[in-house]
């Protein structure tokens, strides 16, 4: 195929794009996390085990439609998928590609996960129901399987690779040695052993425009609200923004980097995910240093543009579950409250509310069936579900609780308390690392946590408090719980805490930004949500928004 087809589609796909929501939409979301194998299978059973934790396990796009209620009983507003395309077919040491980070042909899709019927199902359901669909792309490398390493590029079969079927389109074959050095590892090839990952030359117009392309057709296609960027920080440079074009809609780029302002000068390309956070609320939650998410904090919202709409997480695919690293379900309540309540767009991984174990590739990618077995009354999934409740309600009588950047209250090595959004609809959160065994205090947060006066509702108990003259709440601190405090007057509509939950419902439902044409009245500054609620387990509610469309590009990282 030719360089001038290849321009004509990419520019044909271009007026799909002009009805993309903006970041700001983005913000109002909660995501959660799907590996598509090891979500669901299509008849639902948690009976049938996965055999090899590195071989297929048979979960399917229709096992996930079937198991929509589960997520939406959380409370989220948003799923990510794992890459959808054909993968290498071989079984190496290790393990298949089952995860989708081993891309072969981006123009065929991942047979293992069904039909493009399924997808297509799979983005209508989820629309239906007010929510968005987030996909996952590589763009940095190709993927082909080889008995041992690589010492020559000719070694490999470039015509297997489509589109890119010829070594022209590859930066030549080195490995990368030094992390600090851009052009090392942009240029240089991620793996060259076993599973090989050729690297793409997108300096290169034939490869950008065959790169553009596609992922204008990924959104098209499948109507994606959104990409994920895998391995953003590899992509070369002036090709990222490029991409970021083409998909037309929000995207968050991952950058695996703890230091700030390494992550947050790639929001002048595209959204990020919260890297920064995660390296510094897992010390905080499990190793005593609070006092270093709390600098985390502040150094963020200096310098990033938009902290509110960076992803935070506890756990990803590439990362150890919480429960390995400690086993006390408290501090793992602790940090997850954090990720919910605290700027940005909230992100769980699939079978963290379940409280699962799993040090690194393939043990922390376990089936979630036979993992708690989708208990819907497990603490980590109700407490997901009310902190998604309230968050949601907080969003619905004011918008601006998303960009309304968190202020500390309080922080010592133990203990850090914030609040979140404009007065009236703040949220006061206390997170502690003390775990289970921490002791019973009275702890006092203030001045000005609350208006002066102000009846308050802890929402993990239920218990009324008051503010006093100087607008100071006590909290009655035990076992390393934490607190969440909302003004109780301001509870109604939310069924939280035996308050009346909305009953009246919108005509209008939700659309993906890339076919709706409801996209274009909706409020480019604030998602507005409607007033239906639907109700989950253990009689909490749930917010559904609006018909707001929107898109967003993200690529996958590649990890064993």
């Given at each position: ?96 590609g ?23 199902a ?11 669909l ?12 080889l008995?041992?390493n ?36 942009q ?83 595209t ?184 009846n308050?509702?802890?929402l ?63 409020n480019k ?36």
């Amino acid at each position: 195929m030719g360089f001038s087809l290849w321009t004509i589609l990419a520019v044909a796909a271009l007026p799909e794009l002009s009805l993309a929501a903006s970041g700001t939409d983005w913000a109002t979301r909660s995501i959660y996390q799907v590996i598509t194998d090891r979500f669901a299978l299509t008849n639902g059973s948690t009976e049938i085990p996965c055999a090899d934790p590195n071989d297929y396990c048979g979960g399917t796009w229709q096992g996930l439609i079937n198991k929509l209620d589960y997520i939406q009983g959380m409370g989220f507003t948003a799923i990510q998928i794992s890459p959808i395309e054909e993968n290498i077919p071989d079984t190496t040491v290790y393990g298949t590609g089952y995860h989708g980070y081993w891309p072969q042909s981006h123009y065929s899709l991942n047979a293992n996960f069904g039909t493009a019927d399924d997808l297509n199902a799979l983005a209508t359901e989820l629309h239906n129901r007010g929510m968005y669909l987030l996909g996952d792309i590589t763009i940095n490398q190709m993927a082909q399987a080889l008995p041992g390493n690589i010492t020559n590029i000719n070694q490999l079969n470039y015509s297997a690779f489509d589109p890119y079927n010829d070594v022209k389109y590859f930066h030549p074959l080195c490995s990368i040695t030094d992390y600090l050095n851009e052009t090392n590892y942009q240029d240089c090839w991620f793996g060259t052993e076993y599973v090989i990952l050729p690297d793409l030359y997108t300096e290169h117009d034939d490869v950008i425009n065959m790169t553009q392309a596609w992922i204008s057709g990924q959104v098209s296609n499948y109507s994606f609200d959104g990409l994920r960027i895998d391995a953003a920080k590899h992509v070369n440079t002036a090709f990222l923004p490029t991409a970021v074009a083409a998909a037309g809609v929000f995207t968050f780029g991952e950058v695996d980097s703890g230091p700030v302002d390494e992550v947050c000068a790639f929001q002048n390309v595209t959204g990020v995910e919260n890297y920064p956070y995660y390296y510094s609320l897992i010390p905080a939650f499990t190793a005593g240093d609070m006092l270093g998410l709390s600098d985390t904090i502040t150094s963020l919202q200096k310098t990033c543009t938009e902290p509110s709409q960076l992803s935070v997480f506890v756990e990803n695919q590439d990362q150890p579950r919480f429960a390995t690293l400690s086993p006390d379900i408290t501090l793992a309540t602790n940090a997850l409250a954090f990720s919910m309540l605290s700027d940005g767009i909230p992100k769980m991984y699939q079978g963290q509310e379940q409280f699962v174990t799993g040090n690194y590739s393939p043990y922390n990618r376990i089936a979630l069936w036979g993992q708690g077995e989708y208990d819907t009354t497990a603490p980590l999934y109700e407490l997901t579900a009310t902190l998604n409740n309230i968050r949601n309600h907080a969003i619905n009588i004011d918008s601006r609780y998303v960009t309304n950047m968190s202020t500390i209250l309080y922080v010592d090595n133990s203990t850090l308390a914030t609040t979140k959004g404009p007065d009236g609809v703040n949220i006061v959160a206390i997170f502690s690392n003390q775990g289970s065994t921490g002791g019973a205090y009275e702890l006092s947060i203030g001045p000005n946590a609350f208006q002066p006066g102000t009846n308050v509702t802890e929402l993990l108990s239920c218990n009324v408090t008051t503010a006093d003259a100087t607008g100071n709440i006590t909290a009655m601190m035990n076992a390393g719980v934490p607190h969440v405090f909302f003004p109780s007057y301001q509870l109604n509509g939310s069924g939280l805490c035996g308050s009346d939950k909305q009953t009246n419902t919108s005509s209008s439902g939700a659309g993906s930004s890339s076919g709706s044409s409801n996209s274009s009245s909706s409020n480019k500054t604030s998602v507005a949500w409607s007033t239906h609620s639907v109700v989950v387990e253990g009689g909490l509610a749930m917010w559904v928004p609006t018909a707001v469309t929107c898109a967003m590009v993200v690529f996958g990282i590649f990890a064993f």
